[in-house]
T-cell receptor, first 115, second 113 residues
Framework: DGGITQSPKYLFRKEGQNVTLSCEQN?????MYWYRQDPGQGLRLIYY???????QKGDIAEGYSVSREKKESFPLTVTSAQKNPTAFYLC??????????????FGPGTRLTVT | DQQVKQNSPSLSVQEGRISILNCDYT??????FLWYKKYPAEGPTFLIS?????DKNEDGRFTVFLNKSAKHLSLHIVPSQPGDSAVYFC????????????FGKGTRLHILP
């Protein structure tokens, strides 16, 4: 069935380690996005990609990296340079060619805890 | 600088009554507005949207009103049901600029029995 998959649901890492969060979609959507949610902060954009092999920084890209080698996949790496990595991470997609291109569809999220 | 503001962090409404969630924006270039609903530990789900060429859009129990001169939009839910208890995010975008959506910080809605 169609949708957006984020795995795992919960992830635990030690401070100083890089960690990669996966996001896969079979909606054939062109654009993919990464957000983080912190209590009282809403959703903040980390990185986004509108086409394969291209991506742009969002509002809080420092300490993160991404790649877009395939249309279906947009993994996010949380590096040791990210000062407050513990958060709920959400991946989203949007079909830019659809009648309502700006409606983003979200995955179930990954809660990352770094200790 | 917050471009999309939801000034009420939480709201409690009796079941069966009307819930009204408010949102203000500062960027006059925004031309498309969305509301998302989010349950804990889940991704947000799209609820309803409105283009800046309209002032009202209705979908079942949900209606969004847009007042461009006041840079204000509101989401009305009537009648409110227990399953409506969630966090609601207001969001805005500018079609001509890029495909980014700017989210507000959300309003937690509690539907009381």
């Amino acid at each position: 069935d169609g949708g957006i998959t984020q795995s795992p649901k919960y992830l635990f890492r030690k401070e100083g380690q890089n960690v990669t969060l996966s996001c896969e979609q079979n909606l054939n959507h062109d654009a993919m996005y990464w957000y983080r949610q912190d209590p009282g902060q809403g959703l903040r954009l980390i990185y986004y990609s509108q086409i394969v092999n291209d991506f742009q920084k969002g509002d809080i890209a420092e300490g993160y990296s991404v790649s877009r080698e395939k249309k279906e996949s947009f993994p996010l790496t949380v590096t040791s340079a990210q000062k407050n990595p513990t958060a709920f991470y959400l991946c989203a997609t949007a079909g830019l060619a659809t009648p309502e291109p700006r409606e983003q569809y979200f995955g179930p999220g990954t809660r990352l805890t770094v200790t | 600088d917050q471009q999309v503001k939801q000034n009420s962090p939480s709201l409690s409404v009796q079941e069966g009554r009307i819930s009204i969630l408010n949102c203000d924006y500062t960027n006059s270039m925004f031309d498309y507005f969305l509301w998302y609903k989010k349950y804990p530990a889940e991704g947000p789900t799209f609820l309803i949207s409105i283009s800046s060429i309209k002032d009202k859009n209705e979908d079942g129990r949900f209606t969004v009103f847009l007042n461009k001169s006041a840079k204000h939009l509101s989401l009305h839910i009537v009648p409110s049901q227990p399953g409506d208890s969630a966090v609601y995010f207001c969001a805005a975008s500018n079609m001509n600029r890029d495909d980014k959506i700017i989210f507000g910080k959300g309003t937690r809605l509690h539907i009381l029995p």
